[in-house]
């Protein structure tokens, strides 16, 4: 579902080192099998006897048939290392990253930065994530700071319901940044894109394009700011151009997206949602998806019942994953995920000196750049002879 600039079988291999490194696996105890590993990670079994094979030949692990694999030595692999750097020895930092999920379309690049800052700095990172589920991040939180982490970034599950665990590392003063969205009525620090100013880009776009029924198709915007500021920039272009917004034509409850470790996504249930919005509203010329899978299932929709993309129907939406040759482009709203790797590791390194820890740390929004592909064009004439 996503690509990562290495083979999956290494991205196996460093997670589950930095987890012995880092003294979560200690010399001695059980790391999980291949099938265990390819449940968790949802990749194959040979991709997970790759990543231990791995670990064995750095004598790190030993694999005993019929029993399992075992932590071999553990000495002098802690995140108080000593590392030398330009400047000399000093001790490795180790942070945590707590994330919902990732793939393609949103994520690896961001972790992809925060890896090579962390590389940079001569410091760990180790990633924990949360599938939307508060009860699984507010155990990784936990069991973060029970390891002893020098600090924490966090792409927060929900918004107003904020964990408790994240409310306790604010009342210490805790070394913190959140990512993409910020928590309300909460003081700490957060970097994510202007997702007002980025919706108004997407949805000018459209009108500038000579379409005023446009579709909002999102995933249930409950406490969710990220989601609650696009609504926002969209509503805004509207008045700026002075177009009425026919809320009768956004579809909110699109919910195969939304992260869940315990349940595969019904697509076929949603794409039927979009099919019977658009039989009920035939006149809408547009559809704004909040992320790029809703627009996919949008663009599967509008094929379905007949209409091409972008002659009769066109489509934005929010992040895509990087382009190949030959395939049809979404136009899509680019979040700088590069850019906001560094803000918030930069951020968390200033938290952890304590040169931000007497100020109220401030909310860093980010630009996002539009990209326009095959999927947007002006109303047809057709279409405008029908509608008029």
């Given at each position: 579902m996503f690509r990562l600039s290495k083979p999956l079988y290494k991205v196996l291999y460093e997670n589950i080192k930095?987890?012995?490194?880092?003294?979560?696996?200690?010399?001695?105890?059980?790391?999980?099998?291949?099938?265990?590993?390819?449940?968790?990670?949802?990749?194959?079994?040979?991709?997970?006897?790759k990543a231990l094979e791995l670990l064995a030949g750095d004598d790190l692990i030993t694999r005993q048939p019929g029993r399992g694999s075992f932590v071999k030595r553990a000495s002098g692999f802690n995140h108080k290392m000593k590392v030398n750097n330009q400047k000399g020895e000093?001790?490795?930092?180790?942070?945590?990253?707590?994330?919902?999920d990732f793939d393609d379309s949103y994520g690896t690049e961001l972790i992809s930065s925060l890896e090579k800052c962390s590389t940079k700095h001569s410091s760990f990172l180790i990633l924990r994530r949360s599938?939307?589920?508060?009860?699984?991040e507010e155990r990784a939180i936990k069991e973060l700071v029970e390891l002893?982490?020098?600090?924490?970034?966090?792409?927060?599950?929900?918004?107003?319901?904020?964990s408790e665990e994240i409310l306790k590392l604010v009342i210490k003063k805790f070394p913190l940044v959140l990512v993409d969205r910020h928590l309300k009525?909460?003081?700490?620090?957060?970097?994510?894109?202007d997702n007002v100013a980025a919706a108004k880009k997407g949805t000018e776009h459209l009108?500038?394009?000579?379409?005023?029924?446009?579709?909002?198709?999102?995933?249930?915007?409950?406490?969710?700011?990220?989601?609650?500021?696009?609504?926002?920039g969209f509503v805004q272009a509207?008045?700026?151009?002075?177009?009425?917004?026919?809320?009768?034509?956004?579809?909110?409850?699109?919910?195969?997206?939304?992260?869940?470790?315990?349940?595969?996504?019904?697509f076929t249930q949603d794409i039927k949602k979009i099919k019977d919005h658009l039989v009920k509203f035939p006149y809408i010329t547009a559809l704004f998806a909040a992320e790029y899978y809703i627009a996919l299932m949008a663009k599967k929709a509008v094929k379905e019942l007949g209409m091409r993309v972008p002659e009769d129907i066109s489509i934005i939406c929010f992040d895509s994953p990087p382009r190949r040759i030959g395939d049809f482009?979404?136009?899509?709203?680019?979040?700088?995920?590069?850019?906001?790797?560094?803000?918030?590791?930069?951020?968390?390194?200033?938290?952890?000196?304590?040169?931000?820890?007497?100020?109220t740390p401030k909310r860093l929004l980010l630009d996002a750049s539009l990209v326009v592909g095959d999927s947007t064009a002006e109303v047809s004439s057709k279409k405008q002879n029908k509608l008029s």
């Open positions: 930095k987890d012995i490194v880092s003294g979560v696996y200690k010399e001695g105890d059980r790391v999980p099998s291949e099938k265990e590993l390819s449940q968790q990670y949802g990749v194959s079994r040979i991709t997970t006897k000093q001790t490795a930092l180790l942070f945590g990253l707590v994330i919902t599938f939307g589920k508060p009860e699984l002893g982490v020098d600090g924490l970034i966090v792409f927060p599950s929900q918004a107003e319901y904020f009525g909460i003081s700490t620090a957060s970097v994510s894109t009108l500038e394009l000579g379409h005023k029924h446009i579709a909002l198709l999102t995933p249930p915007p409950t406490d969710t700011t990220a989601l609650e500021d696009r609504i926002e509207h008045a700026e151009k002075g177009v009425m917004v026919d809320r009768n034509l956004w579809l909110n409850n699109i919910t195969s997206t939304l992260p869940n470790a315990f349940r595969p996504p019904n482009h979404l136009t899509y709203l680019s979040q700088d995920q590069e850019k906001m790797g560094q803000k918030v590791f930069d951020l968390l390194l200033k938290l952890k000196s304590k040169e931000e820890q007497e100020e």
